[in-house]
Nanobody, 112 residues
Framework: QRQLVESGGGLVQPGGSLTLSCAAS????????MSWYRQAPGKERELVATISSVGSNTNYVDSVKGRFTISRDNAKNKMYLQMNSLKPEDTAVYYC?????WGQGTQVTVSS
């Protein structure tokens, strides 16, 4: 059974940092590009960042460039999103994705 499980979300103050993790099981992620998406209440799900299968190429939505870093460790079958300088508008449920498979999401709330 293929699964992706996000962790690391929580409540953080503006300007703070969080690192999200995505742990895969039931398949090996090394064959796949992977992505982080987010969805805020009342908003469409948004592609935040993507990373190529070996991690050599990354892309980010403009709103997070310079603040977020996507990475992966294929040996651990994990992907990460380091989020710095967080803003209230970053508040959303964050999802990891590989191919057609999605995690359940983890809540990130940026608020004072």
């Amino acid at each position: 059974q293929r699964q992706l499980v996000e962790s690391g979300g929580g409540l953080v103050q503006p300007g703070g940092s969080l690192t999200l993790s995505c742990a895969a099981s039931g398949f090996t992620i090394s064959s796949y590009a992977m992505s982080w998406y987010r969805q805020a209440p009342g908003k469409e799900r948004e592609l935040v960042a993507t990373i190529s299968s070996v991690g050599s190429n990354t892309n980010y939505v403009d709103s997070v460039k310079g603040r977020f870093t996507i990475s992966r460790d294929n040996a651990k079958n994990k992907m990460y999103l380091q989020m710095n300088s967080l803003k209230p508008e970053d508040t959303a449920v964050y999802y990891c994705k590989a191919a057609v498979w999605w995690g359940q999401g983890t809540q990130v709330t940026v608020s004072s």
